[in-house]
């Protein structure tokens, strides 16, 4: 509850101080997945794929071996500080089947699905099916965009995300993006 408040703060100084347009660019730099209830599917592309020498995209997808209708995630922003990662403004648990009910009842995360929505077949709520894939594909969100919304300093951020399944963990994918001028 405190991380997510101390979140829409920050939001609105973010919005309130940055008055030029903040320029640079992003580049990821890491992606791992780890499937921890293989019962329920596997991964079928994790990875992360040049567009040109500044440029990258992530592509996922998993294979659904049974129907799920009872999803939360848990999605932790870190950042590379003195040789570790140290939590980074967002902590958050949500239910994706209530997500997807009401998105405007999540503001941060609306936020941040909103750079993944034109890339991604997961955006209803639930269940998912038995037999299809849970996709983000090509996901290259826009440069200005992103730092318009997150204007932060040059560096190296991660998102460290555990997917539960009726409140088992299921899957991890964590990735990283470097920051620069
Ligand atoms: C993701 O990061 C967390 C925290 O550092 C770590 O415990 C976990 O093993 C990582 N998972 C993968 C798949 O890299
Ligand atoms: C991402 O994966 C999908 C499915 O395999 C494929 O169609 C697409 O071309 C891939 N994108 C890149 C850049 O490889
Ligand atoms: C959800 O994603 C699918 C596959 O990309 C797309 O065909 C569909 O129009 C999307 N639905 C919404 C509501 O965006
Ligand atoms: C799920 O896995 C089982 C065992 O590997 C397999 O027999 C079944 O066909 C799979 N279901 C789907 C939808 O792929």
């Not at 500080?81 to 994706?96: A, L, N």
């Not at 936020?111 to 038995?130: A, D, G, R, W």
């Not at 200005?144 to 539960?164: C, E, I, N, R, S």
Request: a positive charge; hydrophobic letters at 45%; proline letters at 3%.
């Amino acid at each position: 509850m405190f991380s997510v408040r101390v979140a829409f703060l920050c939001i609105f100084c973010f919005n309130i101080f940055v008055i030029s347009k903040v320029h640079g660019s992003y580049k990821f730099n890491s992606l791992a997945c780890e499937v921890m209830a293989p019962e329920l599917g596997k991964m079928k592309l994790c990875e992360i794929k040049a567009i040109d020498r500044k440029h990258n995209m992530i592509n996922l997808s998993a294979f659904l071996n049974k129907t799920i209708s009872e999803v939360e995630i848990h999605f932790k922003m870190v950042k590379r500080e003195r040789g570790g990662w140290h939590p980074f403004f967002y902590d958050i648990r949500i239910d994706v089947c209530q997500f997807f009910k009401n998105r405007r009842g999540f503001f941060i995360s609306n936020l941040i699905y909103s750079f993944i929505k034109p890339y991604t077949n997961v955006n209803h709520t639930c269940p998912y099916m038995e037999g299809t894939e849970m996709r983000l594909w090509n996901w290259s969100p826009d440069e200005d965009a992103v730092l318009a919304k997150f204007p932060v300093d040059h560096g190296t951020y991660g998102l460290q995300t555990t997917w539960y399944v009726k409140k088992e963990a299921a899957l991890k994918v964590n990735g990283s993006v470097i920051f620069f001028r």
